[in-house]
């Protein structure tokens, strides 16, 4: 039994940086009593403390604690992540289901995530790992290490690890099963099951296995009041304001009459114009239900606007089974072998607003020519119209739904032990790959006969929903055409071998001098194959142009130094040499690819002041480079801008000539760049842990981060407001509503000028008392941001920019304060845990709006340069002021049957809807946030778990 000195420290270790450490003045003997650990951030195994970095390390009861069912939804309550990905983007289409980390908003890309401390298979070209292929019920601890580590784990550790420890050893079978159930919509089921074979201690072997499946149902947009419609309606300042989020392809179908002709390369000649109205409209004088009229018009007609914001799920519907075996088994008396196999089959299913048709063009030849645009048109534009398409949002074929099927497998066998009385070294060799299947189930159909089938009228796209589901022979001919199939294969895969040890070098009078050193090896594959259907175009999913086979080989070594300067004072130098190959790409692209090499270095040191506070700080250099399609993509369509558009002034009237008519969203294309260097970085840091007894601990790091040469993407915003920056990026393409149709479409690489400057300060502290009647533990826990900006993408000389407590030009916002207080009041037979989060209030985005109501706009007269007036909505841009959020959950957890935990909670206890905003970054959740906020709302949940 440690003496209370000892346990002190360790307990500083562990707020420190460490699981297990002795006292800073510990005998030799005591330091004995201690195993040898490695903590994420060192790579030298020790009794002593870890290192001078901030670790914080999240146990399997504070798991518990959180109340939440999945990984991603565990990382999302730590309060130093910011900017990771949820599935919420699958709704907009933008996204797979994956859920991701990222540590101090810089990014997802930035921060590494580790399974038992190796790299696993990414889920796309580049490293960032989707935590849906973790399962919650196999994790014994999670490590974070919230200051850059590349000098240790290579490039992509700029802003920090997060290492998911598996569970390795359990004395009994413990069964789980847990429900979730919120108001409306949005229902989760788990159940798991671990076991363990084998005592290592006693038996020289343990062998853990773990199997679990989750299920979590959709939740619609119409089931909560907040994201139910994107026709707002709001007041601000004491006046009435309306915003429309619609989309002219809406139904009842926009008609598009070309009048006049075309010259050879498709071109409208002289005096062509192009008729863009509603047919309903001008029938009915009032748009169709679901739709309004569109306040910035369009050419030639009044253009009604469908509410696809009603038609979404805004969670989607998900389903796991996972598989994990952990074994470990005695060698030599000085050396043990380790295996881990994880299997994990995710599946999600995204359904996103039904079809919009573009433009698809039907002929004047028509029956639904005839019925409904001929009376509309004067003789002469009935003389000379040439062409007729109609854009048409395909509501009762359903909505678009794919699902995405994720298989993640991941070996990692090793060694690790003593050699030679002195060296500590762990080896390892990985296979990880993560395959995503893309299954299309509903909502696109057959390139070849959907338009002609329209064409004939047996599809009739002027008919309202109700009456269109009215018409037997337009619903059958709709599912007709229905196109469902596996459309693409996505494979990552990462194989690796790793060798790292630590030992003593020499004494100083402080104490001994120890080293690490590793290498490793890595090779890391990109696979992206269409199926046939995709690569004849049958279907009408956004086509990808090529099939991917790219790949890259990585090695690194790397030495570390732990010197102990004074009894009281410690220092660390990590130094580490990475060369990243080329990209191999087995599709001749005539790219001349370069290798990439650089030496990082990280140097930290700790100073015991006194028994009770350590002083600790770092700085350090990284270095990133782009992921394998940002160097090597082929030109590929990319979807759409997220805004819509006027045709942008290029100088170059045979390219405007090609601009889609009146305001809309354009064609995006995305293509690789071989000529991207290296991002560089640099971290640092400086903080306390402070222990004025056995049952406080207070820890402040400040902390920063400066990337240079970062790889970023152009903004359309900023493309369309500054076109003679990026004029060589607007190129005209065929339309993929028309293969005989091309238009002015907007291409976009990744480039090398940005730059990103990030600090702020994590706190926390950290409470015991012992109450006459139990114990009563609270955590108070944040992080403060103190600068937040980065240059818009593309602009030399910089323009600095920042999302800082407020909607930033990147589409994102970085809270100021994050802040999470729990406290565990612990007593009798029951445990009881209440769990505040809280998110700083910021500025929303600056969006024009329109005055009045939506029944009842405000209107003024305009008039052009001939004096011809007309009545115009009255719009004004305002900015909304976003409050700060607060959600409370609560948990009790009854312990008096015997071998049973029975557990009772509600999230979200009092029902707090996201805060109404109006920025809309996924291009579908309007009028709220859904990436930062709850959208289950209350949810009760019970969970019992039963061992034996």
Known sequence: MLNSKISKAVRLAIAFGAVSATAFNATAEEQKEIEKIEITGTSIKGTDLAGALPVDVISAEDIKNTGVTSVGDLVAQIPSMQGFTTPTSTVGGGGTGEATASLRGIGDAYTLVLLNGRRIAPMNSGNTVDLNSIPLASIERVEVLTDGASALYGSDAIAGVINFILKSEVDQSTLSVRTDRPQDGGDSYNLSFTTGFGDFDRDGYSIVASLSYDKTEMLRSKDRDFAKTGFLEFEHDGEQYWELNGSSNAIPAI???????????????????TRVFSPYYLDNNTCAPNTAVSPFGNAGGVDCVFDYTSTLEIYPENERAALILQADYTVTDDIQGFATFSYTDFSMTGRIAPNPTGVLPIGTDSVLFDKYIEKHLTDEEKANATEFGASWRALPGGNRTTENKNTGINLITGFEGTLFDQVDFNTAFVYSTNEREEHIKNGHFNRSKFAPTIASGAID????????????????????????????????????????????????PAGEVYIGYGIDARENSYELTRTEAHVNRVATPQPTSFDYDLSRTSYGAFTEFQVPILDDLSANLAIRYDNIGKVKNSVADNNNYTSANDTTYKFSVRYNATDNLVIRGSIGTGFKV???????????????????????????????????????????????????????????????????????????????????????????????????????????????????????????????????????IDWKFEFNNELSFGQLKTTLQGTYITKSTYTAPGVVPYDWRSSLGQYGTDNEVVFRNIATFQNVLTHGDFSHTLRLSYKSGYRDDRVEVFAGTIANP??????????????????????????????????????????TVITLGVNNLFDVEPPFSLGDPEGHLVGYEGRYYDQLLRTFYLSVDYSF
Not at 258 to 272: H, K, L, V, Y
Not at 479 to 487: A, K, N, P
Not at 669 to 687: I, M, R, T
């Open 255 to 273: 008609a598009n009459v070309f009048i006049g002709t075309r010259d050879e390369e498709g071109r409208p000649t002289a005096g062509s114009y």
């Open 461 to 508: 796209v002027f008919l309202t929903p109700d009456q269109f589901m009215q018409d037997q022979a337009s619903v059958d001919a709709l599912e007709s055409v229905q196109w469902r199939g596996l459309w693409r294969t996505i494979k990552t895969e990462v194989l690796s071998f790793d060798f790292r040890a630590s030992q003593p070098l020499f004494e100083l």
């Open 626 to 760: 782009a992921s394998l399609r940002d160097y090597a993509q082929p030109l590929s369509a990319n979807g759409v801008t997220g805004s819509n558009y006027t045709c942008p002034d290029l100088g170059d009237p045979s390219r405007e000539g090609f601009c889609p008519p009146g305001t809309t969203q354009y064609q995006a294309f995305f293509k690789g760049n071989p000529n991207l260097a290296p991002e560089q970085s640099e971290q640092k840091s400086l903080g306390f842990v402070y222990s004025p007894t056995t049952d406080t601990t207070i820890q402040f790091d400040y902390w920063s981060v400066e990337i240079e040469d970062q790889v970023q993407a152009p903004d359309f915003d900023y493309m369309f407001q500054n076109v003679g920056l990026f004029n060589d990026a607007f190129v005209v393409h065929t339309s993929r509503a028309d293969d005989n149709q091309k238009l002015l479409s907007v291409e976009r690489s990744s480039l090398n000028l940005g730059k990103n400057e990030t600090a702020g």
């Open 858 to 899: 405000t209107m003024e007269e305009v008039f052009d340069e001939d004096g011809v007036g007309s009545n115009q909505f009255v719009s004004e841009h305002v900015q909304l002021q976003i409050p700060s959020y607060v959600k409370t959950d609560y948990k009790v957890d009854y312990y008096g049957l015997e071998d």
